[in-house]
């Protein structure tokens, strides 16, 4: 035989020279919850090794991620009940425990990458991501709350802007307002192929988001679609967006390499809680070897044409592989 593949497997000095997909700890975004109060460091038992924190317990834990690489964080508040009405009104308060932790964070962090949430879900009494009217989601009356958000965020020194309700038009109305208000510069990472899924299960716990009532299914995407997100892709880029994101990830691997393919812009993707604890769980019983199974996850994700994840392993592959793979 002339050619045998296997002479390029030999050894690990050669496989890493013919390596065709790579992976950096400086490619992750670690999503945290923010939780309300101090010295609140509260496990989510469907998210072994994820905590609800409080802004000072934030500040620790961010410290000891940047020591390890970790410099992009996404931040999701969690909202008591007190704070929340029809409106998401408590969302663009500037004074607010989500505008004044970024804030802090910036001034202690100042080389760390922030990236938002912007979703009316965990500051609405009805817990959807737009604004409810007779049973329905109301999509231009979402769009003044979602954008005011986003100001909100971006004077407290937010890098990335978020958007992850999936309104129509949402980003091109955000990126007029946030250039209106001064802040240009600030990027906006689109979720721009969010698909009704069921492996946001343990996200809603942490957050304690879940609707009200009915599902998401009018404004999130549907599974069985691809073409639907190519669309989205295309209004989005048109629109504004820096970055464009689908989610789930490991699910939706095809949709990422689609989207790789057709775009000119960064691809990101959200290697979402319940692919996180699938992991986790078949882990701790042995099933499976945790720390490879999750590089072999993540890598993947790079693979269909991702640029960036967003991924709960951010500090465990940071502590697992300093060097990357």
Not at 29 to 44: C, D, N, T, V
Not at 70 to 84: D, G, I, Q, R, T
Not at 135 to 151: R, Y
Not at 179 to 203: E, H, L, W
């Amino acid at each position: 035989m002339l050619s045998r593949p296997r002479r390029n497997r030999k050894s690990a000095a050669i496989r890493g020279l013919v390596a065709e997909t790579s992976l950096r700890t400086s490619q992750l975004i670690y999503p945290m919850f923010l939780a309300e109060g101090k010295a609140q460091r509260i496990e989510i038992k469907s998210m072994p090794g994820q905590y609800r924190l409080s802004a000072d317990e934030l500040l620790r834990e961010i410290e000891s991620c940047v020591e390890l690489g970790v410099m992009s964080y996404c931040l999701f508040p969690v909202v008591s009940e007190v704070h929340k009405d029809k409106y998401a009104t408590s969302s663009k308060d500037p004074n607010g425990l989500y505008p004044t932790t970024i804030r802090t964070i910036k001034e202690a962090f100042p080389d760390v990458c922030i990236m938002t949430d912007v979703a009316m879900d965990p500051y609405s009494t009805d817990g959807h991501d737009g604004l409810v009217e007779g049973g329905k989601i109301l999509n231009d009356e979402t769009l003044p709350i979602l954008a005011a958000m986003a100001v909100a965020q971006a004077q407290a020194g937010a890098d990335i802007i978020g958007p992850s309700d999936m309104m129509d038009g949402r980003v091109w109305h955000i990126r007029e307002e946030l250039d209106k208000a001064g802040y240009a510069d600030v990027s906006i990472m689109s979720y721009t192929a969010k698909y009704a899924s069921a492996f946001y299960g343990p996200f809603r716990e942490a957050l304690d988001s879940a609707p009200k009532f009915g599902d998401k299914k009018t404004y999130q995407m549907n599974p069985a679609n691809i073409q639907e997100a190519l669309r989205e892709a295309d209004l989005d880029a048109r629109e504004g967006a820096d970055i464009l994101m689908v989610k789930p990830a490991l699910a939706y691997l095809d949709v990422i390499k689609a989207l790789s393919d057709t775009q000119t812009l960064p691809i990101s993707c959200y290697n979402v809680s319940g692919e996180y604890a699938m992991i986790k769980a078949a882990a701790a019983q042995g099933w499976i070897d945790g720390p490879r199974t999750m590089a072999e996850t993540l890598l993947a994700m790079r693979r269909a044409g991702a640029s960036t994840i967003l991924t709960y392993f951010a500090k465990e592959f940071a502590q697992q592989f300093p060097s990357g793979i």
